[in-house]
């Protein structure tokens, strides 16, 4: 395993993004123009061998952590390298550099204090995916905040970010939520130590939380161990305050007009849900895992798509037609093109950003130009999962329909032979 980070042979260090209890994240230059992020570990190793915890501990987590670039996702930062330091013999793993915002700097002005209902989906959704895609690997994040996730300025990706609390043991995990991890965004059994698949959603729930309401549930009102306490009990005990409420005050104090307000208070219930089941107290009445999770969303986005669309304008899809330049679709073809234009809408629904969108004028400063990066392309996965979410709905639509049609028919004929019944007892009265 090589050792770096004087920054030694191709890898120039040029200084500090972020230092904090939990490690140091340095950002590094390779020969080139390759920038990357170097989160350096703050639990030295000693000798690289089975006789040292650390070293075993760390070579543990690191193995698992490369699963996530073997089939890799434009939500979740790449791992590029590993290694342990020259000066000090601290672990480090070096990821590729997001260059753009973090989520929580989106929340600052000159942007409104709450997300708005297209772009709160959009995040759930690619950042749902991102805990996705690590909790099918094995890899538990532990350390999922608004400050760990990126907006890709370059792929118009939200990027999870930081998997240093990922390779620390259970010991250090501890000692480093104690006196120096985001107790924010912290699942209950964290303080404990302990961190499970479901610490994940919790966090996740936090940050669609924050986002929504424009703040979190419990915020800090120092870094004092009396207010750091407080937060603590408040996540084991406390009972969290209506996100819908604080979003309404946030929302006048940031939008101009009484029906913008209006629109962005219509967030699906759907989401609501999703929401209220990430953040339950006890691990088991959560999701299960990110898989669990992201079915849920994708399955919301369909319901909110056919029923409810977003507020904003649907591009309506296109006819499709023959080669003689009429419109034809048999019933055997039906069901799979109103397949293939539900996925068209719900995908639109979400991609499609208003001009004013948060990404589109941030950072806009007489010498920076406003961006609007494209929407990258689903997984095919993803897709997957959407068209099986629409076949299942159109089918049971048509159970539905069939089942009505018996009930239908089965009443007429119970109708038609009660009628012939007293025509035979009046002929046999003799009354006609």
């Not at 350390?143 to 609390?165: A, E, P, Q, R, W």
């Not at 120092?222 to 005990?237: F, I, Y």
């Not at 029923?307 to 304008?313: K, Q, Y």
């Not at 950003?353 to 689903?378: C, G, I, M, Q, S």
Request: proline share 6%; hydrophobic share 40%; with cysteine.
């Amino acid at each position: 395993m090589s050792k770096v980070f004087t920054i030694a042979e191709g890898l120039e260090n040029l200084g500090a993004l972020r230092t904090g209890g939990q490690g140091s994240v340095y950002k590094g230059k390779r020969i080139g123009t390759i920038y990357s992020a170097i989160k350096l570990i703050p639990t030295p190793i000693h000798t690289e061998d089975n006789s040292d915890k650390n070293y075993v501990n760390f070579i543990n987590e690191v193995t698992k952590l490369q699963k996530v670039n073997e089939n890799p996702s434009p939500n979740v930062v790449k791992i590029l390298s590993w290694g342990i330091t020259d000066s000090g013999s601290f672990p480090y793993i070096e990821m590729e550099f997001i260059e753009g915002p973090e989520l929580s700097g989106l929340l600052e002005p000159p942007h409104p204090k709450a997300f708005s209902v297209k772009e709160l989906v959009r995040v759930a959704d690619q950042l749902a995916g991102a805990i996705a895609h690590c909790h099918r690997v094995g890899v538990k994040h532990g350390d999922i905040k608004s400050n760990n996730v990126k907006y890709n300025i370059h792929t118009g990706n939200f990027v999870l970010l930081d998997f240093g609390l990922a390779i620390m043991s259970e010991e250090q995990r501890r000692t480093s939520i104690r006196h120096a991890g985001a107790i924010e965004f912290m699942a209950p059994e964290q303080h404990e130590g302990k961190m499970l698949l479901q610490s994940d959603i919790y966090s996740f729930g936090i940050i669609l939380y924050e986002l929504l309401a424009g703040q979190v549930p419990f915020p800090l009102t120092d870094n004092g161990d009396t207010s750091r306490n407080r937060v603590m009990v408040n996540h084991l005990e406390g009972k969290i305050p209506d996100p819908m409420q604080l979003r309404k005050q946030n929302l006048v104090s940031s939008l101009s007009g009484k029906e913008d307000v209006w629109r962005e208070m219509q967030v699906p219930s759907w989401l609501l849900a999703v929401l209220d089941k990430c953040l339950k107290k006890d691990p088991s009445e959560r999701y299960a895992n990110g898989m669990e999770l992201l079915e849920a969303i994708t399955s919301g986005m369909l319901i909110t798509s056919h029923e409810n669309p977003l507020p904003g304008n649907i591009p309506a899809p296109l006819p499709i037609a023959n080669k003689t330049g009429t419109v034809q679709i048999t019933r055997g073809t039906l069901t799979a093109w109103v397949a293939i234009i539900c996925l068209l809408v719900a995908l639109l629904t979400y991609a499609a950003l208003d001009k004013n969108e948060r990404v589109v004028y941030y950072a806009t400063t007489p010498d920076v130009k406003p961006f609007a990066a494209p929407y990258v392309t689903p997984s095919d996965e993803y897709l997957k999962q959407l068209k099986r979410a629409e076949e299942i709905r159109i089918w049971t639509q048509q159970q539905k329909v069939l089942n009505a049609q018996r009930a239908a028919a089965a009443a007429e004929k119970s109708k038609t032979e009660e009628v012939q019944k007293k025509k035979k007892r009046k002929k046999f009265l003799g009354i006609f």
